[in-house]
């Protein structure tokens, strides 16, 4: 299954975040919590992941550092930092963790989609390698 997971507790980003993704005719899933987007993206295996860094149960940061590992490192799906954090700092603290994208919020609905559609073609040929060496979709 195709998807692309958006973790992020306030309803009203999620919204925006979805509607934006339908557009581009994603199917997205929501969570609101980091152990529960956790736990879908080990079953399931988005194409994206959009991780809220300020969320209620686990520092998102964190979350996708671990996610990176054991998702399968480069092999893992893209994950962008969605997030109130702002500045350059908070950039690179987000490309330390894993992220491959950065998007501040309140955010730009054409920047948004810029960076969802350079990552999306990206992942979709790293998904190829996954199944030639053995992981799963």
Do not use: W
Request: hydrophobic share 45%; glycine share 6%.
């Amino acid at each position: 299954m195709s998807y692309v997971l958006v973790v992020e507790d306030s309803l009203t980003n999620a919204d925006i975040a979805i509607r934006l993704l339908e557009t581009l005719k994603l199917e997205v899933h929501h969570v609101t919590r980091g152990l529960e987007g956790a736990k879908l993206a080990r079953a399931e295996h988005p194409i994206l992941i959009l991780m809220d860094f300020n969320l209620p149960d686990i520092d998102g940061r964190t979350l996708v550092l671990l996610l990176r590992k054991q998702l399968g490192g480069n092999l893992a799906p893209p994950m962008v930092a969605m997030t109130a954090r702002t500045g350059d700092l908070e950039e690179r603290i987000a490309a330390r963790f894993g992220c491959s994208a950065f998007i501040s919020k309140p955010f730009e609905p054409e920047a948004f989609l810029d960076i969802v559609k350079s990552l999306i073609p990206a992942h979709r040929m790293t998904q190829k390698k996954r199944l030639m060496m053995g992981f799963p979709k």
